[in-house]
């Protein structure tokens, strides 16, 4: 987790706009959002849908159609809308499976394990997920911290049972072999350092695969193709060789395989960076990184699955925990407090948390600020980010100030789980889910909070001038501002803008055609979507 950041602040413009037109202020160029300008992809809704919830921390999910399965440091699971000892409760001891689709359990998945889960995937064919971490017992059966469950009957796997010495961190599959990194040192009774396959079939070791993570911990690990496994964490050397943080090797030898591109910063004494989370889709693996140190890499990176040539850096701070990538959009969840990397927001003091973003999957510019500490990399390509932002209560459940620390999916829902106690202002622990537009509520509007009272003023000609803030909205950039005279409620005038939380220009609107007499304004904001809020009036003005 990085310190609050001290990064030289980057001015973002705010444009002021006026106008003696009826129609006001041109729109500026949209970002994207549930509704995006054409060629732009489209983000889920900010609307936070009804989920089951968990009463302590979820480390990491995986989707099988729809199903997320979750894992972590929890005790129970309950309803949406209910409290922490509600009546509805069921037992769910550190892993829980949900429908994304609904948000309630999955009735054939009823587990426990004896000690926290750290990491869940599946399988390529979906038929099984594979949970590590550091437990000893599932249901009561011995499992030394692995352990595969059928997806479609639900049950644990009573064939696959390796005995991994310590923690579990990661893991990658094939529908045949299991590859898995974390903290250990004997897997099945033979020396194996950080790194280790077993067999699907019934967890034998395969003893041809020795990679070694020689310094320090595994992170994360994904399949690139049939013959690379990317591997993360914070080691600075991987099979002897200087590899800081990111590397990969062949699935059959573990042999040394080509990463050419250099995101994760060599350590200095107690700073550093590290890879928190890898998701391959199609020939590109996104990567997260957590940056322990002042402006140490914090943020999301794109390579090339089949070299690790990079595609782009976004060195915005704040530590990232996990990525997802649906469609032309990549999901994270993270505490980022300055993007300036991307010319969005800046630092601002005192710092302010923004704990689930998304950005293209694609470069669209350059760095826009300096590099951060040690980097290996300065003025590199960078993606946009999209107008998504619904909003996470940081947690208390593990001591570390954090909301979400992971984030998984399909082509409609997106779930995010972590310790949260709320979203959008609303009661919701540890799992909340996301739909795209067609299958949403969409009622998350403009903020309400940002409307305040227009200014009129009378001018020079006699005519009136409207002046205002403009709000923001957090899955919709582009905003309709509709001036009321008077209690009327067809308006007079319209001004449309693009806003962001930290770009709130000032609107004005002339009003060229009000009749003689005493005047107030209101504003009247509409998204898209059709939602509203509606300012207080303004003064009064006689014309």
């Not at 794109?302 to 032309?328: E, F, P, R």
């Not at 619904?390 to 399909?410: D, E, K, M, R, Y």
Request: hydrophobic share 35%.
């Amino acid at each position: 987790m990085t310190s609050p950041s001290l990064r030289r602040r980057r001015a973002v413009a705010s444009a002021v706009a006026a106008s003696t037109a009826v129609l006001g202020v041109s729109a500026a160029p949209a970002a994207a959002d549930t509704a995006p300008p054409s060629g732009t992809p489209a983000t889920v809704s900010a609307d936070a849908l009804p989920t089951w919830q968990v009463n302590g921390v979820v480390w990491s999910m995986t989707t099988v159609g729809n199903t997320v399965y979750a894992t972590g440091k929890f005790t129970k699971a309950r309803p949406p809308g209910t409290a922490p000892g509600s009546s509805k409760e069921i037992d769910a001891k550190n892993i829980f499976a949900f429908d994304i689709r609904t948000g309630n359990p999955v009735k054939n998945f009823k587990h426990s394990l004896n000690g926290q889960g750290l990491r869940i995937t599946r399988s390529p064919d979906g038929k099984r997920v594979y949970v590590g971490g550091e437990f000893t017992e599932v249901d009561g059966k011995a499992r030394s911290r692995l352990a595969a469950f059928d997806t479609a009957t639900g049950k644990l796997v009573t064939s696959f049972a390796p005995r991994v010495s310590n923690k579990v961190r990661a893991i990658a599959a094939t529908n045949s072999t299991v590859y898995f990194g974390g903290n250990f040192f004997n897997v099945n009774g033979k020396s194996r350092t950080r790194l280790a396959a077993v067999k699907a079939s019934d967890g034998s070791l395969i003893d041809a695969w020795r990679p070694t993570a020689d310094d320090d911990e595994v992170f994360a690990m994904a399949m690139a193709g049939s013959n690379r496994v990317i591997i993360g964490g914070r080691f600075q050397k991987l099979n002897g060789v200087a590899k800081v943080g990111i590397g990969a090797v062949n699935t059959t030898t573990g042999a040394t395989a080509t990463w050419n591109s250099r995101p994760i910063p060599t350590r200095q004494g107690s700073r550093y960076s590290y890879v928190t989370d890898l998701f391959v889709s199609g020939d590109t693996v996104y990567g997260s990184a957590n940056g322990e140190g002042l402006h140490w890499f914090d943020g999301r990176f794109a390579a090339k699955a089949s070299n690790g040539d990079l595609i782009w850096l976004d060195n915005c701070y704040g530590a990232t925990y996990g990525v997802y990538a649906q469609g032309k959009s990549l999901y994270s969840v993270s505490h980022a407090h300055d993007c300036s990397s991307l010319g969005a927001f800046p630092e601002t003091n005192p710092p302010s948390w923004h704990r689930a973003l998304a950005e293209t999957t694609y470069a669209t510019g350059k760095d826009q600020a300096p590099p951060g500490s040690n980097s290996n990399y300065r003025r590199q390509p960078v993606p946009s980010l999209l107008h998504w932002f619904p909003t996470l209560s940081a947690g208390t459940f593990t001591g570390q100030s954090q909301a979400a620390w992971a984030v998984t999916g399909n082509s409609e829902y997106i779930a995010l789980g972590g310790e949260f106690p709320r979203v959008n202002g609303v009661a919701q622990q540890g799992l909340v889910r996301f739909a795209v537009k067609a299958k949403a509520p969409n009622k998350s509007g403009p903020q309400k909070s940002g409307v305040a009272a227009p200014k009129a003023v009378k001018a020079a000609n006699g005519s009136i001038r409207v002046s205002w803030k403009a709000t923001w909205d957090m899955d919709n950039a582009n905003l309709t501002y509709e001036v009321l005279r008077d209690n009327g409620t067809t308006p007079v005038g319209t001004v449309s803008r693009a806003s962001t939380f930290w770009q709130l220009p000032t609107l004005t609107f002339t009003d060229t055609k009000a009749p003689r007499g005493k005047h107030t304004y209101k504003i009247r904001v509409k998204d898209p979507l059709g939602n509203t809020v509606t300012s207080p009036a303004s003064n009064a003005v006689t014309k």
